[in-house]
């Protein structure tokens, strides 16, 4: 795959992720929550919304300094920077895929931080009485892109 081709799936995966995490969060937050918090969808799943302040998982949820969001942004566009560094100087096509989809994460929570001071959160799986933590597609593009890139690591690995 050529350099350009990469670029252009990187690009393309990096638009759809941020574009379905910024339709998906606002037809939350407009239409499916615009009159009750919770929506209950299984016996296992819910829509509800969250405003997560900090980093992943909560990390860093409870400080509350005003210049907290601008901090969250640099460090994602700092870690955007890397990864792009990285993007192109990649021949592979699982690592482009994978690289495109946790910068498109990332730049959709970049977005929410830069609007909302926060990132929103609505993705809610649990069992019993136990919650996982609240997330959305952005978050889930981020994780489904460290996944291939631990698949690469394992097929790769000598």
Do not use: C
């Amino acid at each position: 795959m050529s350099r350009h081709m990469r670029a252009q799936l990187a690009l393309y995966l990096m638009g759809l992720v941020a574009a379905v995490d910024q339709l998906s969060k606002w037809w939350v937050v407009n239409k499916t929550l615009a009159e009750t918090s919770k929506v209950e969808v299984t016996s296992y799943f819910n829509i509800i919304l969250m405003h997560n302040r900090g980093m992943t998982f909560g990390l860093l949820n409870n400080i509350n300094h005003a210049y907290m969001p601008f901090v969250m942004v640099g460090i994602a566009v700092a870690v955007i920077a890397l990864l792009t560094r990285w993007l192109l100087r990649t021949n592979s096509k699982l690592v482009t895929a994978a690289l495109g989809l946790i910068m498109g994460g990332a730049i959709g929570n970049i977005f929410d931080r830069v609007r909302f001071g926060a990132v929103i959160d609505f993705l809610d799986f649990y069992y019993g009485n136990y919650h996982w933590y609240t997330f959305n597609v952005a978050d889930a593009a981020i994780v489904a892109g460290v996944g291939l890139l631990t698949i690469d690591s394992l097929v790769r690995a000598p």
